[in-house]
């Protein structure tokens, strides 16, 4: 038998002991019974409510706690898993944060100018335990950025794994995984910080050193 306790207690990212986490779960999943689909309105409500904006992360430690995300309307994978995994515990489901390299053939060209890849480095998801067993959800992409990049859009309901789109409306392949880093009960942000330097040493060039690392890209 799993160990849950440790997915269904705050951390210091996935701080779902805060009063925003807490009101904002609870004002979403009002009137609602089921369990069942109290997840599945967090689930929706975080992929549209804010939408997917991978060319701003601000890598401090304070920046990617999960309350912090609800005083915006975007947010890039890792904030958007983190702040599903926190919502989740409020619920009293046990979460955890996975996270993987992805490798998008359908990357912008902004993305992949910037980046010099087309490889998604740290890639962020999450695994629910829901009637006995591990589910993979993955809130990041919103309805709007799907329909402008011509993929369906990612549904979840709470009895398979919903992870990625494997093609386009079209049939042409979109992304798949080529790297799994496991789970964790918060954010491992060292390691985060260490696999963006590790791919993409040119962004931090000239930002390193500074207190603040603001990355647009």
């Known amino acids: 038998m799993y160990d849950l306790e440790p997915y269904l207690t705050a951390g210091y990212y996935t701080d779902s002991d805060h009063p925003s986490v ?14 069942k689909a109290q997840i599945i309105k967090i689930y929706e409500a975080v992929r549209d409510e804010f939408k997917y904006y991978p060319y701003h992360l601000i890598l401090k430690p304070h920046a990617l706690k999960a309350h912090v995300m609800l005083h915006k309307d ?25 996270f993987a390299n992805v490798r998008n053939h359908l990357a912008t060209e902004k993305v992949e100018s910037y980046l010099k890849t087309d490889l998604m480095v740290f890639h962020g998801y999450v695994e629910i335990y829901f009637e006995g067993k591990w589910i993979k959800a993955t809130p990041i992409f919103d309805k709007a950025l799907c329909e402008r990049l011509g993929v369906a859009v990612l549904d979840f309901d709470c009895e398979h794994d919903s992870v990625f789109q494997e093609s386009d409306k ?34 931090f ?9 603001i990355i647009d890209f």
């Open 170 to 203: 079209s049939g042409n392949p979109f992304m798949h995984y080529e790297h799994d880093y496991g789970c964790f009960r918060d954010v491992p942000f060292e390691m985060f910080l260490s696999e963006l330097k590790k791919h993409y040493p040119h962004l």
């Open 22 to 35: 807490i009101e904002y779960t609870l004002k979403k999943v009002e009137g609602i019974s089921d369990k």
């Open 205 to 213: 060039e000239k930002r390193i050193h500074t207190e603040k690392i």
């Open 74 to 98: 975007y947010g890039y994978c890792v904030e958007k898993s983190n702040l599903f995994a926190a919502c989740m515990r409020v619920l009293g489901v046990p979460a955890r944060l996975c």
